[in-house]
């Protein structure tokens, strides 16, 4: 059994990442926050499986039990792509520091948590996958907490890649450097097929970031 866990399931990179790997005929995962989302994109998918799991990525307890339902469900997961984000544009001083907190959980932390759980498995069976949509190739001031947490998620996937690399997990990241929408030279289809590039990279091909 071939799956893949998609965490941050919604329309855009997330949607379009999950309709590539049913493609190539992967039983889907898919993490949302909301119901309505995750069941809107599951039922999209046909062909695979896709089974709609429902936490907030910022929740450890919640995304940790999702993933486990997701293995007990379609087995070790072959490929975990984090996808969640909290997008907005802030300057330096308006976000409270409660707000900074929660914003760098889901778009740093979530990601740490998923790792972590799922990263360990795939180095026993010296195989496995590891994505994170990043962003902000350079930080901008008028998109601080974004920014910030883009650069958290760079040195998250250093860190993933220096621990967990050397077992034959190839942990990644694409950093989408403008805003997707169909169309645009940040299509959600185009952005995918690098997701899925990077999975199918001979290990002696492997890259750590795909700027897109």
């Known amino acids: 059994m071939t799956s893949a866990v998609v965490i941050g ?26 119901k309505e989302t995750v069941t809107g994109v599951a039922e ?5 499986r896709a089974l709609p799991l429902v936490a907030d990525s910022s929740d450890e307890v919640a995304l940790r039990a999702a993933l486990d339902t997701a293995a007990a469900e379609l087995g070790a997961p072959d490929v975990v792509v984090y996808n969640a984000a909290v997008i ?8 409270p520091l409660r707000a900074h907190l929660d914003t760098y959980a889901v778009n740093v932390l979530g990601a740490l948590t998923a790792a972590a759980h799922t990263a360990p498995g795939m180095a026993e ?16 001031p ?17 860190l993933l890649d220096r621990r967990y690399g050397p077992s034959g997990v190839h942990v990644a990241t694409v950093t989408v450097s403008g805003p997707v929408a169909p169309g645009t030279a940040w299509d959600p289809d185009e952005i995918a097929e690098q ?16 700027l897109v």
């Open 125 to 140: 069976r010296g195989r496995g996958t590891f994505v994170v949509t990043g962003g902000m190739p350079e930080p901008k």
């Open 44 to 48: 999209s998918l046909e062909g695979v």
């Open 9 to 34: 399931a919604g329309p855009g990179i997330g949607l379009a990442v999950a309709r590539r790997f049913a493609r190539e005929g992967f039983d889907l995962a898919l993490v949302a926050r909301s």
């Open 142 to 158: 008028e998109y601080v907490s974004l920014s910030l947490g883009k650069a958290g998620v760079r040195s998250l996937v250093d």
């Open 88 to 95: 907005r544009p802030d300057t330096v001083g308006e976000l």
């Open 195 to 210: 997701y899925w590039r990077l999975h199918a990279q001979p290990r002696a091909e492997w890259e750590r970031e795909v």
